[in-house]
Nanobody, 124 residues
Framework: QVQLVESGGGLAQAGDSLKVSCAVS????????MGWFRQAPGKEREFVAA????????KYADFVKGRFTISRDNAKNTVYLQMTSLKPEDTAIYYCAASARSYILDRSSQYDYWGQGTQVTVSS
């Protein structure tokens, strides 16, 4: 099993930055794809970013490209989402996910493990 625990969410003003973290435990993640998704109340989960654990390939949703950066720290078994230039529409619960497939995925159904989420609220 793989366990994912997100942290780092909070309240921010438009234009601020936040960095959310995903601590991973369980199986090794050498061949895994790691993803960040977000979900606002009453809405479906939305793809944000993904990275191969190797770090060689990254993918971003068009609406966050240039503002958000996904990364990982192998030694700490942690995946990060650095968010800059936050907008009110970024308000959501941000979820970390992991897939045993070793290629980039942008659909939630392709991920096997999920964290509990961390709330990000951006005010205008």
């Amino acid at each position: 099993q793989v366990q994912l625990v997100e942290s780092g969410g909070g309240l921010a003003q438009a234009g601020d930055s936040l960095k959310v973290s995903c601590a991973v435990s369980g199986r090794t993640l050498t061949s895994y794809t790691m993803g960040w998704f977000r979900q606002a109340p009453g809405k479906e989960r939305e793809f944000v970013a993904a990275i191969l654990w190797s770090g060689t390939i990254r993918k971003y949703a068009d609406f966050v490209k240039g503002r958000f950066t996904i990364s990982r720290d192998n030694a700490k078994n942690t995946v990060y989402l650095q968010m800059t230039s936050l907008k009110p529409e970024d308000t959501a619960i941000y979820y970390c996910a992991a897939s045993a497939r070793s290629y980039i995925l942008d659909r939630s159904s392709q991920y096997d493990y999920w964290g509990q989420g961390t709330q990000v609220t951006v005010s205008s």
